[in-house]
């Protein structure tokens, strides 16, 4: 997960940015940047149109070996000292 | 609520990010409609992110594709923080220590923490907002999805 978080650049035209701003002004968005984040977050959105079959593939897995959620809660400390037990010690 | 998203960002816990493939809905769908709303910006970090991966990988072995698409997916949805140091988490105050890289994260990034583990609710608390997600749901108004 090293390269999760990158930056890019984007050349938008004045106009674009004039309108970003205006949004900014309007205080729905903190930062161009921050505008950027939603707008590229939504196209990706769009763009995977198979994610709620992933979802219900997975759940239908999850069903076969019953994972429940109190199975789940416990699974996830478990793997969470184990983890940071790697990671950090055992101090 | 776009305005509030400018300044309310949730810090997902791992079992918000997996509770969402348990196949009972009641159980499922405050998790899957706080990760697939578009309002409010979503946060976590690598260890909880790495945490997930290892719980689908080692412990359920579900297939390697659809575990890589459900994080690709989850990455979509996510701003992905840095595991902090812990020379920076050791001022956390946690009955397990494990948590504290959670916990820590949600302070530094000013975000209310969702997790649906009490224990880590309620040590949480003494830091940040933490709400379970059922909480979070009516709180911050979010839609249940379909």
């Known amino acids: 997960m090293e390269n999760s978080n990158a930056s890019i650049t984007a050349r938008l035209t004045g106009k674009e940015i004039k309108k970003i701003d205006s949004l900014i002004s309007a205080g729905l968005y903190t930062t161009r940047s921050d505008f950027l984040r939603h707008a590229a977050r939504h196209l990706l959105r769009a763009e995977a149109p198979e994610i709620p079959d992933l979802i219900l593939r997975l759940q239908s897995r999850a069903k076969d070996k019953n994972i429940s959620k109190d199975k789940l809660l416990n699974d996830i400390r478990n793997m969470r000292r184990k983890l940071y037990a790697e990671s950090f010690g055992n101090d | 609520m776009r305005s509030r998203s400018a300044m309310i960002k949730l810090f997902l816990d791992t079992n918000i990010l997996l509770n969402s493939l348990i196949p009972d809905r009641k159980e499922h769908i405050h998790c899957i409609s706080i990760l697939l709303q578009n309002n409010i910006p979503l946060l976590t970090n690598e260890y909880v992110l790495k945490e997930a991966r290892r719980i689908l990988e080692d412990i359920y072995s579900f297939n390697q594709e659809d575990v ?42 000013k975000c209310v923490l969702i997790t649906d583990d009490l224990p880590t609710k309620k040590d949480a608390e003494k830091y940040v907002l933490a709400f379970l997600p059922k909480e979070a749901i009516d709180v911050f108004d979010i839609k249940l999805a379909k």
């Open chain 2, 68 to 109: 890589n698409q459900y994080m690709e997916f989850l990455l979509t949805k996510l701003e992905i923080v840095k595991t902090p140091p812990k020379e920076e988490f050791k001022t956390i105050n946690s009955n397990d220590k494990s948590d504290r890289p959670i916990i820590f994260s949600a302070q530094k990034h």
